[in-house]
């Protein structure tokens, strides 16, 4: 059964760099489409990058387009959210998750084996 651990948050100042990860056991990561989430205090959850099975498509919420890229390394097991030109708005817990639903249609509700989270927090 796939099992995830989301690492390496932290707090750091706006315009600042951080790099996730989302470690992986119990079968290859690369079997699944595997989304990065987040979620602020009183918000919902909502989706911020997903990479595809197999071949590595990736896609981005509007949001943090062109600031977040979104990783695999299929030897470590592990996906990655590399995070530059933090903002405040980014604050949030992050979360990684896995579908085996097709990486164009899959929706928040068919991601599974969700990872605890990783605090996040943008601030001077």
């Known amino acids: 059964q796939l099992q995830l651990v989301e690492s390496g948050g932290g707090l750091v100042q706006p315009g600042g760099s951080l790099r996730l990860s989302c470690a992986a056991s119990?079968?290859?990561?690369?079997?699944?489409?595997i989304g990065w989430f987040r979620q602020a205090p009183g918000k919902g959850r909502e989706g911020v990058a997903r990479?595809?099975?197999?071949?590595?498509?990736?896609r981005y919420a509007d949001s943090v387009k062109g600031r977040f890229t979104i990783s695999r390394d299929d030897a470590k097991n592990t996906v990655y959210l590399q995070m530059d030109s933090l903002k405040p708005e980014d604050t949030a817990v992050y979360y990684c998750?896995?579908?085996?639903?097709?990486?164009?249609?899959?929706?928040?509700?068919?991601?599974?084996?969700w990872g605890r989270g990783t605090q996040v927090t943008v601030s001077s």
């Open positions: 990479i595809d099975s197999g071949d590595p498509r990736v």
């Open positions: 998750a896995a579908t085996l639903n097709p990486f164009e249609v899959a929706s928040l509700g068919d991601f599974g084996s």
């Open positions: 119990g079968s290859p990561i690369h079997y699944y489409t």
